[in-house]
């Protein structure tokens, strides 16, 4: 197969690997995790001067038309930086359902200020009881007058802290599992009847509790056709999952090097750790580990580049399931290797190690993507 890029896509991979270079070391990240956002402002104009913003909408509505190949080359980077400004939660998540399946109105209110770095947003689908299953909803969305009324419980929210909008998973008739029945909204955040617990994630991010107690909106803020909602969940979160995927494949990265590069510096017994063959061992594991998710995420992005089918569907899970294996094994003998330091704060082995394990837990975790990934057989 041809994994060349091609001109665009090359420069697309030396701008963001320039910028975490250049703008985004460790101690830069750990100021920027200190504002008041938990990320820069600047840096979020920043990407949008860049095109960032802009690389999965068409260009129609403003954007380059990018794809998988185009995202997986942009999160591997974000994944080598541990950069936390918000993309996930608003090009990947909510800029995915607007490209797919917005009315006009709606891109030109919405998908326009995502573009231009002017509004963030989140994706609100996550309640206590449903686990990895995208279908197990109790809020509700009820018809009044020329609208819906929103009641319920979304939990862990992705960037919710700062998003001007959400895009929320509601149910509009149906039982609580039920595959039909499901319709997608659009809601300010500053709504009458919503409200917030903001909270810090375990990996320096920042994540909301959202209540919904009788939030009306109009009937301009469905998204797609009502009660239809879960295929589109489905592929816009398997986008998400390809972009955590290679974030996390970039973090493996920098580990494994982090590691072999401190082997050859930490002086034990009169020569460096790395001269001993039990530790060269564990540091070709994590080579192979971090090669072995390379590979598949190729294999993801290339099949969802080609369409959104069953086959795709299939490598999304292969994919997770063995970024959540790997990042596991290379995290933990990343910070084993560095002994005591890979424990602290200060040191950046462990916040990359905290980050992939919070991407384990994703979107469905290796248990959850076994399954699905036995079910397309």
Known sequence: MDFSLSDEQSLLKDSVERF????YDFDKRRKVMAEEDGFSRKNWQQFAELGW???PFSEEDGGFGGGAIELMLLMEQIGRGLIV????PTVVLAGGFLRRAGSAAQKEQYLSGIIDGSKLSAFAFAEPQGRFNLADLTTTAKAKGDGYVLSGHKAVVL???SADFLVVSARTSGDQRDAD????FLVDAGAKG???RDYPTVDGLRASEVMLENVEVGKDALIGAEGKALPLIEEVIDDAILAVGCEAVGAMEVLYKATVEYSKQRVQFGQPIGKFQVLQHRMVDMFMEYEQSKSLMFMAAMRLDEGYNDAAKKAISGFKVQVGKSGRFVGQQAVQLHGGMGMTEELSV???FKRLTMIDTLFGNVDFHLKRYGSFD
Do not use: F, K, M, T
């Open 20 to 23: 975490v270079q250049n703008d």
């Open 53 to 55: 913003l802009a690389i």
């Open 85 to 88: 400004e918000p993309y996930l």
């Open 159 to 161: 960037g919710g802290p």
């Open 181 to 184: 029945g499901i319709s997608l």
């Open 194 to 196: 919503l409200s917030r």
């Open 350 to 352: 462990g916040h990359y």
